[in-house]
């Protein structure tokens, strides 16, 4: 019979430190991706958004605040890192920072779209699925 723990347990140092993932999209890109809603995205995004429910009591805060705030926590803390992410022009290696991985994710709507189901994933989290990747 199965266990709900093996089913359903997750590496919660994962969630918030991240995994690395292959970008499908750009063969050599990868991206260390943590879990959306982890400890850490969670209390900031509560910070940034409660003085909004106070200022929007009736819940529906614009998207061209929320919209800002929502690209930050992705930035800062779903999308830890990159590897092989290079200028178009120059070619040399692009640091991610805080100010690269939001302008990327402005201006690359699929890409920050991508950020943000990469981080939905549950499976790549599970405690199981690693222990699964340790043995290949």
Same mark, same amino acid.
Request: a negative charge; glycine letters at 6%.
């Given at each position: 019979?199965?266990?709900?723990?093996?089913?359903?347990?997750?590496?919660?140092?994962?969630?918030?430190?991240?995994?690395?993932? !292959?970008?499908?999209?750009?063969?050599? #890109? *990868?991206?260390? $991706? =943590?879990?959306? /809603?982890?400890?850490?995205?969670?209390?900031?995004?509560?910070?940034?958004?409660?003085?909004?429910?106070?200022?929007?009591? !009736?819940?529906?805060?614009?998207?061209? #605040? *929320?919209?800002? $705030? =929502?690209?930050? /926590?992705?930035?800062?803390?779903?999308?830890?890192?990159?590897?092989?992410?290079?200028?178009?022009?120059?070619?040399?290696?692009?640091?991610?920072?805080?100010?690269?991985?939001?302008?990327?994710?402005?201006?690359?709507?699929?890409?920050?779209?991508?950020?943000?189901?990469?981080?939905?994933?549950?499976?790549?989290?599970?405690?199981?699925?690693?222990?699964?990747?340790?043995?290949?």
């Amino acid at each position: 019979m199965p266990s709900l723990y093996k089913a359903t347990a997750t590496n919660t140092e994962a969630e918030e430190e991240g995994h690395w993932v !292959d970008y499908d999209r750009v063969p050599g #890109v *990868r991206l260390l $991706i =943590a879990r959306d /809603g982890n400890k850490k995205h969670q209390a900031w995004v509560d910070k940034k958004m409660l003085p909004l429910f106070r200022r929007y009591r !009736d819940g529906n805060i614009p998207l061209k #605040v *929320r919209d800002p $705030i =929502a690209l930050e /926590g992705r930035a800062r803390f779903l999308l830890l890192d990159w590897e092989g992410v290079d200028d178009e022009e120059t070619g040399m290696p692009i640091e991610a920072t805080l100010e690269t991985k939001m302008r990327y994710m402005k201006e690359l709507r699929d890409f920050s779209d991508d950020v943000e189901f990469l981080s939905r994933q549950a499976e790549s989290y599970k405690i199981n699925n690693e222990e699964d990747d340790s043995k290949n």
